[in-house]
């Protein structure tokens, strides 16, 4: 134990007895040292290669055949192109090239490595590689050289990807270039970056360093290095109540205030997968069952048929058509290898889990897709997709709100919606690097909805061709603003506090006070779901930017039948779904083509036309149809409001009907004081009380959210939360007789039965705006 640092093994060993989650397998004290440099680094090596090149697949069977002798011809060219000079390596790719020219280096020591290349085990290949690395490294990652630019490049993205591919052709990098990557990842990624948990060494972030701290531990046999790898991880796992990392309600914040799942999140879950497994069985073994816990807690809720939905997206929404559902791949995949560390009952339901989808992305196939993505996912992918004994999990039906993040996800059969929401934590969007500098209103309340047959409704070139002031479900001034307004990395949250809502896991009441994004434009939106519809509240709509304010119904990616009923309040798109539009001002509709890419965004006619010029997307031009429908509240309107239903998946004859049963859905109250409505064919009465009052039999003390759901079999639940996570004590009557208590709650400090239900909550401001519910016995 004398070549360890006693520092960094007592903080290994106090997290382990802490959390009783990081493992050093061989238990204390560690092995000697000259057993852990021959033994487990020779170990960390092998299981490297196997982990991230690629394993457990028939280099001889197809498509790994045709795809390995693919990757070898390409490596043969790297080889033979190879021309180290003072200001590239490759002619065609001049410094710095972060990321091109070290990831032909690691492909070529891929090629290396892996079977069916054609060049497995061939010297000279890895012989370039060492000299491409080595002159890499001197020429732009030299120990003594200036950090320019994006830190990212310097810490994470070049070492990590340097260090892969010395550490994948083993002693053909020499003694002294060994040594000369090291002091330079040294130089780049001191020890000090892993000491504060803070800044950009958090969430995502701390996990890829830690990853090339351990690269740099395997490269040079380190084992002091190898404890700070693990022992740095630590800060990742605890839930936090604020700032980056996962929340108790599956949400996960990075850059401070940016729900990222789908993109920090993705890569942290990958780097921990990959670290469990290299990991497993050596010195340094590491699992925590709150990573276990976030796959069906954090992930799962945010993919569906495959595809990882853009609220969880960030500023990375338009990298890539169909970027999604790479995005979805890449989760599963980090499930499935997470599942070789995971418990048997765990690996069983992810497998299901991870079936299904694939079967059900029918827009870009998971399998087939995966044949270019990563050979070792694949061959996971392969043997579930080809097991009869593996059940595929279905879509789960209910709803999940992580109220941290001002999200909220709610599934039917045969349709899902996402709602995006800001707040005084949540930034309405991130630009960042330039990009998705026109996401200003993706958190002004975002409904995206999926109907079936529709998985590429957002994935198609949506972000580059969509009216980035007509995002579906949002209330918007339309005052024009500059490409990247407000600050960049999510510094963007407006003040409002109450934004979230109550669930019972079926249905939800949702609600949020929103702040226009560099406007003077408020409004109150609430938004409630159930079985097959949406119904949508908007109050107290204001501004005073001199420009019109719209609530856009939606902005469907489409060019298919629209049939629009203005006297009977009701539109339909075929083949997508109705919305019923009653007591409101006039449905406006527009159908265009708009385009982007080399040429400027095709603007709507009117007032609405011109922008911040044209957004470019590549060299060849993008142009998609699309529908909307919106409402216009006139210009600097002062108490403007709206009420409509979204009818995913309905028919024409559904949609036609739903709006003729005017009883179908009551509208209880609809102002800046309160918003709520009442189903009675579902027992349903929700009502989110912006302040204290009374509606629909409900009284509140306070503000909250409140949603009752009488079960027809003589019980009924009421749900409650404090979307401000300001509250005391809470006190909620019900005007409805009630005999018992059958479930009670934790928080309640009182209750009242008889001919009224009176309730008395605790604390729930720390309950992170979740939803608490107590059941009873009807009088």
Same mark, same amino acid.
């Given at each position: ?95 710095? %090239? ?36 080595? /002159? ?16 990212? /490049? ?26 000369? $990557? ?47 790898? *693990? @022992? ?35 890569? $942290? ?8 497994? *290299? ?45 999604? /559902? ?16 995971? %418990? ?5 339901? &992810? ?58 996800? /709610? ?141 856009? *119904? ?57 922008? @911040? ?76 009380? &912006? ?9 509140? @003390? ?31 009557? &019900? ?29 729930? @401001?720390?309950?992170?705006?979740? %939803? ?8």
């Amino acid at each position: 134990m004398d070549r360890y640092s006693r520092r960094l093994f007592l903080q290994l060993g106090g997290v382990a007895a802490a959390a009783g989650a990081l493992i050093p397998a061989a238990g204390a004290p560690i092995q000697g040292t000259d057993d852990v440099r021959t033994d487990s680094f020779s170990s960390l090596r092998r299981r490297w290669s196997e982990v991230t090149a690629g394993s457990g697949f028939d280099a001889a069977a197809e498509p790994y055949r045709t795809r390995l002798a693919r990757l070898g011809t390409t490596a043969a060219g790297y080889r033979d192109t190879m021309a180290p000079a003072g200001a590239s390596l490759w002619p065609d790719l001049a410094f710095p %090239s972060f990321v091109a020219t070290p990831k032909r280096l690691l492909s070529m020591a891929r090629a290396y490595v892996l079977p069916g290349t054609g060049l497995t085990g061939d010297a000279k290949l890895a012989h370039a590689v060492a000299t491409g690395v080595d /002159h890499y490294r001197r020429q732009v990652y030299a120990a003594d050289a200036d950090q320019v630019g994006n830190w990212w /490049h310097w810490q994470i993205g070049v070492p990590k990807t340097l260090l892969d591919a010395a550490v994948l052709i083993g002693s053909h990098l020499t003694g002294p270039q060994s040594e000369a $990557l090291r002091d330079a990842v040294d130089h780049f990624v001191p020890e000090c970056r892993l000491d504060d948990y803070s800044g950009t060494s958090t969430g995502a972030n701390r996990v890829d360093l830690c990853v090339v701290t351990l690269l740099r531990a395997i490269l040079t046999s380190d084992p002091r290095k190898a404890v700070l790898a *693990v @022992s740095a991880l630590s800060p990742v796992f605890p839930y936090v109540s604020e700032g980056d990392g996962f929340y108790r309600d599956g949400s996960f914040i990075q850059h401070t205030s940016i729900p990222y799942q789908g993109a920090y999140g993705a890569s $942290l879950l990958s780097g921990l997968a990959t670290l469990f497994a *290299v990991l497993r069985g050596s010195p340094w073994e590491i699992r925590h069952q709150n990573i276990y816990d976030m796959v069906e807690r954090s992930f799962a809720p945010f993919v569906h048929d495959g595809f990882c939905m853009d609220l969880v997206r960030g500023r990375g929404v338009g990298r890539q058509p169909y970027g999604d /559902h790479r995005r979805g791949r890449e989760i599963a995949s980090s499930i499935l290898l997470l599942g070789d560390t995971a %418990s048997a009952a765990e690996r069983a339901r &992810w497998k299901g889990m991870v079936k299904g989808w694939a079967l059900r992305d029918t827009c870009e196939p998971m399998l087939k897709a995966a044949e270019g993505d990563d050979l070792a996912f694949h061959a996971r992918l392969a043997a579930i997709m080809d097991d009869d004994a593996i059940p595929a999990a279905d879509e789960p039906v209910g709803h999940r709100l992580p109220a941290m993040g001002a999200r909220a996800v /709610h599934r039917r059969p045969g349709w899902c919606a996402g709602l995006s929401m800001a707040s005084y934590r949540i930034g309405h969007y991130e630009h960042g690097n330039g990009e998705n500098l026109r996401g200003w209103h993706t958190g002004s309340g975002m409904l995206y909805w999926w109907a079936e047959g529709h998985g590429d409704q957002y994935s198609d070139s949506f972000w580059p061709t969509v009216d980035p002031y007509r995002l579906p479900g949002t209330t918007v001034s339309t005052r024009r603003l500059a490409d990247g307004a407000g600050e960049a990395w999510g510094d963007t949250c407006p003040p409002a506090r109450w934004v979230g809502g109550a669930t019972d896991g079926m249905y939800a009441t949702v609600g949020q006070h929103l702040n226009g994004f560099e406007s003077t434009m408020e409004a109150f939106k609430s938004w409630f779901f159930l079985d097959d519809a949406v119904v949508c509240l908007g109050a107290a709509i204001s501004g005073r930017d001199g420009v019109p304010v719209e609530t856009i *119904v939606d902005n469907r990616r489409t060019d298919a039948l629209l049939t629009v009923d203005h006297e009977a309040g009701w539109a339909h798109i075929e083949g997508h779904g109705g919305y019923v539009v009653p007591a409101c001002p006039r449905l406006n509709v527009l159908r265009e083509k708009r385009t982007a890419g080399s040429a400027a965004v095709t603007q709507s006619s009117g007032p609405l036309t011109g922008g @911040s010029g044209p957004v470019t997307r590549g060299p060849d031009p993008v142009t998609r149809a699309y529908t909307t429908l919106w409402l216009d509240h006139g210009v600097d309107p002062r108490s403007a409001g709206y009420v409509y239903l979204l009818l995913p998946g309905a028919s024409l004859a559904e949609t036609r009907a739903r709006a003729a049963d005017l009883g179908w859905a009551r509208v209880l109250v609809n102002t800046g004081r309160r918003q709520g409505v009442q189903v009675p064919s579902l027992g349903i009465t929700a009502v989110n009380f &912006w302040n204290d009052g009374a509606a629909g039999g409900l009284t509140a @003390s306070a503000p909250c959210a409140v949603l009752v759901r009488e079960k027809g079999d003589g019980t009924a639940t009421l749900t409650v939360s404090d979307p401000r996570r300001d509250l005391s004590a809470l006190t909620v009557t &019900w005007n409805r007789p009630v005999t018992e208590i059958l479930h009670g709650h934790p928080l309640l400090t009182s209750t009242t039965t008889g001919t009224n239900l009176t309730l008395t909550f605790g604390r729930l @401001s720390d309950r992170g705006g979740g %939803s608490q519910t107590v059941t009873v016995r009807l009088g």
